[in-house]
């Protein structure tokens, strides 16, 4: 049974950190890339973060770039994501989710095979 679990967020003050995680179960997800994707009230779901299955390749969108950092950690039958994110702002605010995808590793959403049920982020002024 595949499973994606997040966990990790919460409420911090602008200017602040938080880590999130999401173990990754049930498949050879240590072949898979892997991804972080959010989504705010009323808007539609963007890109955070990919990674490659060895973590030897990463990309971010724009509006995290220098501030936020994805990583992965390929044990034996779970895979952990994780995002660390600095500097956090009041539009950093929304539902991530952690994404598993076959293949190359990809900044589409829709490319994605498997998602996690999301954790809420909220960055208070």
């Known amino acids: 049974q595949v499973q994606l679990v997040e966990s990790g967020g919460g409420l911090v003050q602008a200017g602040g950190s938080l880590r999130l995680s999401c173990a990754a179960s049930?498949?050879?997800?240590?072949?898979?890339?892997m991804g972080w994707f959010r989504q705010a009230p009323g808007k539609e779901r963007e890109f955070v973060a990919a990674?490659?299955?060895?973590?030897?390749?990463?990309?971010?969108a724009d509006s995290v770039k220098g501030r936020f950092t994805i990583s992965r950690d390929n044990a034996k039958n779970t895979v952990y994501l994780q995002l660390q994110m600095n500097s956090l702002k009041p539009e950093d605010t929304a539902v991530y989710y952690c994404a598993c995808k076959r293949g190359i590793v990809s900044m589409a959403g829709m490319s994605y095979d498997y998602w996690g049920q999301g954790t809420q982020v909220t960055v208070s002024t």
């Open positions: 049930g498949r050879t997800f240590s072949s898979y890339a």
């Open positions: 990674i490659n299955w060895s973590g030897g390749t990463t990309y971010y």
